[in-house]
T-cell receptor, first 116, second 113 residues
Framework: DAGVIQSPRHEVTEMGQEVTLRCKPI?????LFWYRQTMMRGLELLIY????????DSGMPEDRFSAKMPNASFSTLKIQPSEPRDSAVYFC??????????????FGEGSRLTVL | KQEVTQIPAALSVPEGENLVLNCSFT??????LQWFRQDPGKGLTSLLL?????REQTSGRLNASLDKSSGRSTLYIAASQPGDSATYLC????????????FGGGTRLMVKP
């Protein structure tokens, strides 16, 4: 398997623009997570899905952030409108429950967002 | 609320040295603990996963131990190499919080040739 795939790897945009980040989890994984990483705050969980259903979005900072998972192989994280303080690296991760490796988390390479 | 702490925040050692990275957590009711490695500008790579019923896991030169009762885990790296230079993070999965992991702040390791 190719692992968790994220796009774009880098995004530079201007304040007020809409940003859409994309993620393809590992095939067969039933959990998908969106994290944000900054120097100041480290890794923060934004939202996670189980079997395409959002389970906990308490980490989503504001209504400007939304996430969807229309099917088992695709998820998006959208920021509208974007602000400079949204600049961070956004990671997608997936995991599989059950078996001896239950809960092991696999990360994508991340999407580095810069909002000017 | 679970809190995960990693000490030291940064570590610099000469090549060949054996070293220990520490991870402590405040709530011992965990499901598992996972150690990750992160290279600059990259994502997190899973190194070792220890279930709550296990005491340790080994992979090559890496050995991770878990002591739930004391809220501690250590990552032991034997015969360190410059290629081991990276940030190492530990994360715990609580029993009662679904799949939500709590991450430590990481230890930034530099192994000098």
């Amino acid at each position: 398997d190719a692992g968790v795939i994220q796009s774009p790897r880098h995004e530079v945009t201007e304040m007020g623009q809409e940003v859409t980040l994309r993620c393809k989890p590992i095939s067969g994984h039933d959990y998908l997570f969106w994290y944000r990483q900054t120097m100041m705050r480290g890794l923060e969980l934004l939202i996670y899905f189980n079997n395409n259903v959002p389970i906990d979005d308490s980490g989503m900072p504001e209504d400007r952030f939304s996430a969807k998972m229309p099917n088992a192989s695709f998820s998006t994280l959208k920021i509208q409108p974007s602000e400079p303080r949204d600049s961070a690296v956004y990671f997608c991760a997936s995991s599989l429950t059950g078996g001896s490796v239950s809960g092991e988390l696999f990360f994508g390479e991340g999407s580095r967002l810069t909002v000017l | 609320k679970q809190e995960v702490t990693q000490i030291p925040a940064a570590l610099s050692v000469p090549e060949g040295e054996n070293l220990v990275l520490n991870c402590s957590f405040t709530d011992s009711a965990i499901y598992n603990l996972q150690w990750f490695r992160q290279d600059p500008g990259k994502g997190l790579t899973s190194l070792l996963l220890i279930q709550s019923s296990q005491r340790e896991q080994t992979s090559g030169r890496l050995n991770a131990s878990l002591d739930k009762s004391s809220g501690r885990s250590t990552l032991y790296i034997a015969a360190s190499q410059p290629g081991d230079s990276a940030t190492y993070l530990c994360a715990v999965r609580p029993d009662n919080a679904g799949n939500m992991l709590t991450f430590g702040g990481g230890t930034r390791l530099m192994v000098k040739p």
